[in-house]
């Protein structure tokens, strides 16, 4: 996952159709979050700007397991007295910045381009940068010439200059070359589809929606398609292994969950969503489509049960995507959520038996962090080389954490308070410290033993009564 974020609340961007809502959220974000009062890493990529818009054009080498791109990104400055811009551009090479045709200064520096404006910027000044790169990524984007097929695979700025933290939300619009003949998927509305000279196809998306860039993404490959029909939109399953039955089998639920989320969320899901299964992933989720394995896919045409991932990835499209962690310290807001609304989702699908599964599976996790001593609070101060045990607190503790608060304030409290949250914050970040607000005012409780214990707290192992001799 990207870099250690500074914690930056975000102008709220209201949405008309959600005016209580936004109330409720503007109101809450008027109380300093806890994360900002806590010692900050460095400045994160893009700290002193917003990002308006971006317009990228992509070219990948599929063969070559390289790719050309230029993106025009469109900012306001957040103060007054910038000298420099800053993106995230993980291993790119940078070949030209300008603006309106002027080149501009830029040096490149780990993961970061810098770029030097000609003279020191005012506050709400608008400025729209023009930056031309290549590269051969080693992450970030999936090359299987084996298959012609290509994918992104989170680490956006691997794969776009662009800033990476999960509270800058911009909208988004990519033109994607591919060779001819392949199926491609991008997010937002497919607004053309054009064939080029030299046996090229470009495919132009849009997304007037602004989301956080890690959910920017597309996937090109010579698959076979099914469609479905979901709640508000189509629903197109992908696969180069898998035949039309098979994919309409494996994603059979699929407009289920979708209901089911939306209920829990209070707000519908709106639009196409596509699935898609790639050579190797361990599945991710993008606005408005997700990625899996075709390993995957076939395990769930032979065990309808395993569903578990399918699930999680969509519950991202609210609890993730729209409703997005503040930093990447508080992942567990994201991730946390997605395994605890899978496994919500099991419930109503095969019963109480299939939810208690999970819990115990989390609980189990649990238990052997602690035995060991690697239990961790579910907010970390800095997410960027996080451990397996690291994982599973965000995973897995995150997940056993809402369900031990769904048994503490009982289920109508828990779900009313979870349509609150998430309708408060639908198209903004999130923190740990919202979270409670809304639960608390859901349930009528002062939940600080609850939180202080579980989610602030970490439990020492309990054999480690005797503090170890300092060294
Ligand atoms: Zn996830």
Known sequence: MPAPIFPFRPRPRVRPRLRWAAALAAALLAVPAAAAAQGAPAARAGANLDVLHYTARIEPDIAAKTLRGQVSIRLALRADGAQHLEFDAGELEIDKVSEHGQALNFEKTEQRLRVRLPKPGKSGERHEIDIAYRGAPRYGLEFHPERGEVYTIFSTSQWLVCIDAPSERASFDLTLTVPGGLKAVGNGRLVSKSALGGRRDSYRWRQDQPMPSYVYGFA????????????????????????????????????????????????????PYTQVLVAKTIGQELDGFALMSEAYGREVLEKPEAQGLIAHELAHQWWGNMVTNLDWGQFWLNEGFANFMAAAYLQHRYGDEAYRERVDGWKKRVDKLRESGKDHALVYANWSKPSADDRAVVYQKGAYVLHLLRE????????????????????????????????????????????????????????????????
Do not use: C
């Open 408 to 471: 503490e304030i009982g289920e109508r409290a828990f779900w009313r308070g979870i349509r609150t949250y998430t309708r408060a914050f639908y198209g903004h970040s999130a923190s740990t410290a919202d979270l409670r607000k809304v639960m608390e005012r859901a349930s009528g409780r002062d939940l600080s033993a609850f939180f202080a214990r579980w989610v602030d707290g970490a439990e020492p192992a309990p054999t480690a009564a005797k503090p170890e001799p300092a060294k």
């Open 220 to 271: 090109a490959g010579r698959y076979n398609e099914a469609a479905g029909t979901g709640e508000n939109g189509e629903l197109r399953f992908l696969s180069a292994e898998l035949q039309g039955a098979q994919l309409r089998r494996v994603f059979a639920d699929t407009a289920d969950m979708m209901r089911f989320f939306g209920r829990r969320a209070g707000i519908r899901y709106r639009g």
